[in-house]
């Protein structure tokens, strides 16, 4: 109950998701610029700008928790099961290493991180669009 270490590292994939999202927004919204000066033209409301962002933001940050959290407990299981078998041999039989999942800190890092990715998004977005031309072709 004293030992910080899953603490820390709920910390650390909270940073490396938001840094991850944060990058991958950023290059989407700078991809999609063209893209919104367009709606921006046949009227789309200021606000579509913020909410586009957000939500690219939580599918970005919730799919890579998601995906992240999966390949965690898939490699811990995989090693707990190798060091199982390691002492299969042995004798007296030693009591095998439980397989228990941190559901906190899955929880905080599959479900707030996201949040606070979209919430990130939204602030640091501006609501207006930028008027730009369009290269005659």
């Not at 991958?24 to 700008?49: E, H, I, Y």
């Not at 599918?59 to 090693?79: K, N």
Request: aromatic share 4%; net charge positive.
């Amino acid at each position: 109950d004293t030992d910080p270490t899953l603490l820390i590292l709920a910390i650390a994939a909270g940073v490396i998701t938001l840094g991850a999202a944060g990058i991958a927004t950023g290059l989407a919204a700078a991809d999609g610029r063209a893209d919104l000066t367009t709606l921006a033209a046949v009227g789309a409301s200021p606000r579509l700008r913020r909410v586009l962002s957000l939500s690219q933001s939580g599918v970005i940050a919730g799919l890579g928790a998601l995906l992240g959290a999966a390949a965690g407990l898939g490699t811990a299981t995989a090693v707990l099961f190798a060091l199982n078998q390691a002492y299969a041999y042995v004798w007296p039989p030693p009591t095998p290493n439980p397989i228990t999942v941190p559901w906190a800190t899955l929880g905080i890092v599959v479900v707030v991180v996201p949040l606070v990715a979209m919430l990130g998004a939204g602030l640091l977005t501006r609501s207006r669009l930028p008027i730009e031309r369009r290269p005659a072709t």
